[in-house]
């Protein structure tokens, strides 16, 4: 049964950090490409970071040079480094895994490429 499972969201001031941790178990991390959204209130989900396989990355144009994804395929873990976090990065985060015949350049942020989700992370960020 493949699980994920976030950790490391909180509540921070505008222009700290945060790192997010997801640690997958049930499937295997090298066959799937993985991602992590957010919603907002009222606010569609949306993609901010993503990895394929071989550790190519996309990232949101919001997050853009702020956010930084990572994955460990031995830990089974999937990382986000948040920095510089803006009071518009507040929602909650999931992160989500993709069977590896998906193609990772087309549906990268494409929600439903992906087949496992989390619970979610809340990240709040005050002005």
């Known amino acids: 049964q493949v699980q994920l499972m976030e950790s490391g969201g909180g509540s921070v001031q505008a222009g700290g950090s945060l790192r997010l941790s997801c640690a997958g178990s049930?499937?295997?991390?090298?066959?799937?490409?993985m991602g992590w959204f957010r919603q907002a209130p009222g606010k569609e989900r949306e993609g901010v970071a993503a990895?394929?396989?071989?550790?190519?990355?996309k990232y949101g144009v919001s997050v853009q040079g702020r956010f930084t994804i990572s994955k460990d395929n031995a830990k089974n873990t999937l990382d986000l480094q948040m920095s510089n976090l803006e009071p518009e990065d507040t929602g909650m985060y999931y992160c989500?895994?993709?069977?590896?015949?998906?193609?990772?350049?087309?549906?990268?942020?494409?929600?439903?490429?992906?087949?496992?989700w989390g619970q979610g992370t809340q990240v709040i960020v005050s002005s």
């Open positions: 049930g499937f295997t991390y090298r066959l799937s490409f």
């Open positions: 989500a895994a993709a069977p590896s015949w998906q193609s990772f350049d087309r549906n990268a942020f494409l929600r439903g490429a992906y087949d496992y």
């Open positions: 990895i394929s396989n071989d550790m190519r990355t």
